[in-house]
């Protein structure tokens, strides 16, 4: 075997990059994060002010690997979800109580993890921070793979994790196809002050143009994420703040009585992107430089952190070759399925709740209703929301490396 610089390369520092770090920092492995922005830098794009709602077995990760009380400070809980579909009858509620689990998820911004992220691969012993710099060449060879970076330096290691987002340069260099859908809509987020209390609760709305997501934050604040077809976010980022809430209003409905104010807003466009070969020769990519999912379901980052979870049992027991063909193929095994049938299933809730057929409508509000009325129906929702599975690795269980 030939000798390398590293171990383990992590190509993007980001929140997947960085949750892949910390649960090796235990392990016997040489581990280097590449990452394009300045540490701490608002330029970072994945430590923006975005809400991200981590599901429960999102949590029971970072408690395993030894993060979530440094996290939970910063995170209010979701107790209750309340999903309905405007214009039709039926809803369906999920609660901590009927789950007997102390969330059904927690909400926190980008920029919070990202704050306790770099402080703890700032403090490992393991890990060497590389940044500011960028990946321009990838080599592979039979016992190791080589980068080169912007300065001109060449690293070498047993196993690259691209872990660099939606636009990964890994990608590019190994000239990786994937699948690819265009929603046609448009995700507009922003905060939101509501006049009632959230009390922990989450709201999602299925309208004709898609969901609508408030999901509870400090401050009595929701994070708002509102899907609507492409081009209609033209003019309705262009409202003014009242106009604005108004629109808003008339889609959500009075749950949280009236809607008081709204903070900055963004948006983004909605795509289906998965890699077709996210496993090659010693080169992995996971999170959102594997797959990224419309947000209908909320697992984007809950899918790429079990990446990190199913990647970090393989590697870690390992006390040869981490980028062993073999181990790769273990990882494989635990996690293209959970990719596949989360995919599967955020694309039947896109056809089915983004649908203005009338006949869909009321079939989806006999669902909604017969879902609420059946224990083990709503159950089954929870545990999915919840991305709970008794198949998964030992960090998604809650079980310590």
């Not at 235990?26 to 794009?45: R, T």
């Not at 448009?186 to 959230?198: C, D, G, S, W």
């Not at 020769?281 to 999170?287: D, P, Y």
């Amino acid at each position: 075997m030939a000798k390398t610089d590293f171990d383990l390369i992590i190509v993007g520092g980001g929140m997947v990059g960085a949750s892949l770090a910390c649960a090796l920092k235990n392990s016997d492995l040489k581990i280097a994060i590449i990452e394009a922005f300045p540490a701490n830098s608002a330029q970072q794009p994945s430590y923006d002010d975005r809400s991200i709602a981590l599901a429960y077995g999102s949590q029971r990760i970072f408690e395993s690997i030894d993060l979530w009380p440094k996290l939970a400070s910063h995170s209010t809980a979701i107790t209750d979800i309340h999903v309905s579909d405007r214009g039709h009858f039926g809803i369906t509620r999920l609660s901590v109580q009927a789950e007997n689990v102390p969330a059904l998820g927690q909400v926190i911004t980008a920029r919070s993890m990202g704050q306790v992220l770099n402080k703890a691969i700032e403090q490992q012993a393991n890990l060497e921070f590389i940044c500011p710099a960028k990946v321009t060449e990838l080599s592979q060879s039979p016992d190791y793979v080589a980068i080169t970076l912007d300065d001109s330096r060449t690293l070498s290691a047993k196993l690259i994790v691209a872990a660099d987002g939606g636009n990964s340069t890994i990608k590019r260099l190994l000239n990786l196809g994937s699948l690819e859908h265009d929603y046609k809509q448009t995700a507009i987020t922003a905060n939101i002050t509501p006049e009632r209390a959230h009390n922990g609760k989450a709201f999602e709305r299925f309208t004709d143009s898609g969901p609508i997501a408030l999901l509870p934050m400090s401050d009595n604040r929701c994070s708002l994420v509102w899907t609507v077809k492409t081009g209609d976010e033209i003019e309705i980022l262009s409202l003014s703040e009242q106009d604005f809430l108004s629109r808003l209003q008339e889609r959500f409905g009075y749950r949280l009585g009236k809607l008081l104010k709204v903070g900055q807003r963004n948006n983004y466009p909605l795509k289906l992107i998965q890699v077709d070969q996210p496993i090659q020769h010693r080169v992995v990519l996971i999170g959102n430089a594997a797959h990224s999912l419309h947000p209908i379901a909320g697992q984007g980052f809950n899918l790429g952190l079990r990446d990190v979870a199913a990647l970090a049992d393989v590697l870690v027991d390992n006390d040869g070759d981490c980028g062993d063909a073999h181990l790769l193929h273990d990882y494989s095994q635990w996690q293209q399925q959970d990719q596949d049938n989360v995919i599967d299933n955020t694309n039947i809730l896109v056809k089915v709740f983004s649908n203005d057929n009338p006949i869909i409508g009321h079939l989806r509000g006999a669902g909604l209703t017969l879902t609420d009325a059946l224990p083990l129906a709503k159950h089954w929702l929870a545990q999915k929301s919840m991305g709970l599975d008794r198949k998964q690795p030992r960090l998604a269980r809650g079980i310590k490396l």
